[in-house]
């Protein structure tokens, strides 16, 4: 069993950056395929960025595409989602995820079985 704790979100102005965070305890993070998610509001989870437990091989959405980047601290048990150039459109509850489904990083939210409770991010313009 593994549980995942975000931080790092807020209030930020159209243009600035942001550094999520999420601390996992229980498993070694080592062992999972590691995802961002967000849900803006009034609409439906949507992937983010993920990150492959071994190669680490990384995917992101078009719309954060050159944006965003995910990363990983194994000593620290922590994936980081560091986010810059950001818009009103990123405004969501960003949430981190966990898989150990699979060889590689996936976008679908459903192969991932472990969440954290998500951190809010608003975006003024």
């Known amino acids: 069993q593994v549980q995942l704790v975000e931080s790092g979100g807020g209030l930020v102005q159209a243009g600035g950056s942001l550094r999520l965070s999420c601390v996992t305890s229980g498993r070694t993070l080592a062992t999972y395929h590691l995802g961002w998610f967000r849900q803006p509001p009034g609409k439906e989870r949507e992937f983010v960025a993920a990150?492959?437990?071994?190669?680490?091989?990384?995917g992101y959405a078009d719309s954060v595409k050159g944006r965003a980047t995910i990363s990983r601290d194994n000593a620290k048990n922590t994936v980081y989602l560091q986010m810059n150039n950001l818009k009103p459109d990123d405004t969501a509850l960003y949430y981190c995820?966990?898989?150990?489904?699979?060889?590689?990083?996936?976008?679908?939210?459903?192969?991932?079985?472990?969440w954290g409770q998500g951190t809010q991010v608003t975006v003024s313009s």
């Open positions: 990150l492959s437990r071994s190669t680490d091989s990384a």
């Open positions: 995820a966990a898989s150990n489904y699979g060889s590689t990083w996936s976008r679908f939210s459903s192969v991932y079985n472990h």
